[in-house]
């Protein structure tokens, strides 16, 4: 029992003493917000350089989108997620004081590219009768894709955006790069003032564990409420 | 005599491959309003790609269709606005799998025509009374049979309250038995004067509903005529030989 208490009595000095939980929580927000925030950027981004990239196929007007969307995705694709996080900070926005929006947009930006590729292989697996129905009663191309193509994409695609939002939330634990106090950074910091170097890295840990086993249950769920409508 | 075609075919060519394949190559043809045109002829011979060019499915390489007075193959026309009146039935149905059958018939007046949502579904629902589907009218594709389906297909059409249907080999993926139950729609439909264009391989169909019949083989109407010309005594070679073959 003696080892209980010396361990209470470290968890009370590195979290309670001086609020220091109060840290956590709030690099939990930030962590919370950057994830939803970037998904939602990430999404939008990938909506529309999908829907770029399917139109393009057979419409030359759209070709120099469609090159625009090529080196976008190229770029992202090929460079580390903390150089862009640099380049986004030190580079482009370098009077920003709140790291965290450019945080959201950066990530959100580098996620597009992974979920237009997602997007873009859920409209290619709707049966091409789905778009000649659509035509056919009057609907355009974008009409089309609106109302019949994209609504069944997204269905497809769910379960992959989920993970994407997974890999996303993880990803952000290197937000702390660029003064932003997430929370990995919140634990490193606490980690630092305390000299407590297993508490709050474990915390952490568990933490990101209980939030991705929470959006994994979900999803599931979610998508068994989706396939139920079909049934 | 012009005034008198609902559609109008002029010189209607579609080339692939830079001219290597020819699937239409030269048709020239007129559906009067009332009509009912059924198309026959061996697979591959262009009779699809055909009814597909009607409402520009297909865009052809050359030539010209006149849809109520209005030329649809000129680029200038907006080809949707002229698509509303014209209804299609694919093979394979294509209804929208995520909608449920209402949905699905009164997503396009909603949109397109901007009729209200209760309006639309009271067109829906009396249309559905007519094909004796109403009860199924929460049900989602997935739960329907294939004659079932395309009877939806059918009436989904409809609700556009299109001036011509066509119709791309509308029985040939349905089991046997349930091909009736879906031709006996489109007679119905034929006996109330829609003007319909009709690919299909149902020789009695075509006999008992054609006003008249296109045989059209490597990508030209090969003969035409009443059904009692094209099969009581037809002149060309290859409609005898085709005739002999499916009949």
Redesign the interface.
């Known amino acids: 029992m003696e080892w209980l208490n010396k361990w209470f009595a470290r968890l009370y000095r590195t979290f309670i003493v001086s609020d220091r939980y109060k840290t956590i929580i709030d690099g939990l927000e930030k962590t919370i917000i950057i994830t939803i925030g970037a998904l939602a950027i990430g999404v939008i981004i990938g909506t529309i350089v999908a829907m770029i990239k399917v139109f393009a196929d057979g419409n030359k007007k759209l070709k120099p989108l469609d090159v625009l969307c090529n080196i976008y995705l190229t770029v992202i694709r090929g460079t580390p997620v903390v150089v862009q996080l640099l380049i986004s900070f030190f580079i482009i926005f370098v009077s920003a004081k709140d790291g965290t929006w450019v945080a959201t947009l950066t990530f959100g930006i580098n996620s597009g590219a992974y979920v237009a590729e997602t997007i873009r292989s859920g409209i290619m697996a709707i ?1 091409a ?2 778009m ?2 659509g ?6 191309r974008l ?1 089309t894709m609106k ?2 193509i994209l ?2 994409a997204f ?1 497809n695609v769910l379960p992959a955006i989920g993970n994407e939002m997974i890999a996303l939330l993880k990803e952000t634990s290197v937000a702390g790069y660029v003064a932003v106090t997430d929370l990995t950074k919140a634990a490193n910091q606490i980690k630092n003032t305390t000299y407590d170097q297993v508490n709050p890295i474990l915390l952490t840990a568990l933490i990101y564990l209980a939030i991705v086993m929470l959006l994994t249950k979900l999803l599931g769920v979610m998508e068994r409420r989706l396939r139920k ?3 | 005599m012009k005034g008198d075609y609902l559609i109008e075919v002029k010189d209607l060519k579609k080339h692939y491959n830079g001219g290597a394949i020819k699937a239409l190559n030269g048709i020239t043809t007129g559906i009067k309003k009332g009509e009912v045109v059924v198309v026959i002829g061996p697979s591959g011979s262009g009779k699809s790609t055909f009814l597909r060019s009607l ?1 520009l ?1 297909e865009v052809p390489t050359s030539g010209s269709i006149t849809f109520e007075g209005k030329e649809i193959t000129n680029p200038k026309t907006n080809i ?2 002229h ?2 009146k ?3 039935v ?1 093979q ?1 149905f ?5 909608m449920t059958v209402l949905k699905n018939m009164t ?2 007046p909603i ?2 025509l901007k009729k209200t949502q209760e309006e639309a579904e009271k067109d829906a629902i009396e249309l559905l009374n007519t094909v004796g589907l109403a009860d199924r009218k929460d049900a ?1 594709p ?2 329907l049979s294939g004659g079932q389906k395309q009877r939806i297909a059918i009436v ?2 409809l609700c ?1 309250k299109p001036d011509v249907m066509l119709f791309d080999e509308p029985t040939s993926a349905l089991d046997p038995e349930m091909v009736g139950e879906v031709l006996d729609v489109m007679k119905k439909l034929a006996k109330e004067g829609m003007t319909m264009v009709v690919v299909t391989h149902e020789m009695g169909f075509a006999k008992e509903v054609a006003n008249r019949i296109l045989f059209i083989d490597d990508g030209v109407i090969m003969e035409e005529g009443t059904p009692e010309e094209i099969f009581g005594n037809p002149q060309n070679e290859r409609t005898k030989a085709f005739l002999s073959k499916v009949l």
């Open positions: 049966d009768g789905q000649e129905a035509r056919s009663l009057g609907f355009s009409q109302e019949i609504p069944q269905k409508s079909e049934r | 409402n499915l949707n606005l698509r509303q014209m209804g299609m694919f394979h294509n209804l929208f799998p995520h997503l396009a949109k397109l989602y997935s739960q989904r059409a556009m």
